[in-house]
Nanobody, 123 residues
């Protein structure tokens, strides 16, 4: 069983930045998802084991950066130019499958989930 613990959420003004962290051990694809009030959970970003490949939701591309430090067993989500519509509970996720060329399974869910951290962006 993989334990995922998110940190770094909080309240920020529009245009500001936050960095989320997720502690996790093991050789996993890691991802971030979010769920806004009244909406379904959605994919935000994912990264493969080596960190050499990253994947993003279109609306966060260029503003968010996912990265990982395998020596520290931590994955990060740097969020810049935040908008009120980014307000959501952000979940860290992990999965033992690989991301092969052309596959997109990572957008639809992963095996292991954290409890989430709230990000609130004020206008």
């Amino acid at each position: 069983q993989v334990q995922l613990v998110e940190s770094g959420g909080g309240l920020v003004q529009a245009g500001g930045s936050l960095r989320l962290s997720c502690a996790a051990s093991g050789r996993y694809v890691m991802g971030w998802f979010r769920q806004a009030p009244g909406k379904e959970r959605e994919f935000v970003a994912a990264i493969n084991w080596s960190g050499g490949s990253t994947y993003y939701k279109d609306s966060v591309q260029g503003r968010f950066t996912i990265s990982r430090d395998n020596g520290k067993n931590t994955v990060y989500l740097q969020m810049n130019s935040l908008k009120p519509e980014d307000t959501a509970v952000y979940y860290c996720a992990a999965d033992g499958r690989q991301i092969n060329y052309g596959s997109s399974w990572y957008k639809y869910g992963m095996d292991y989930w954290g409890k989430g951290t709230l990000v609130t962006v004020s206008a």
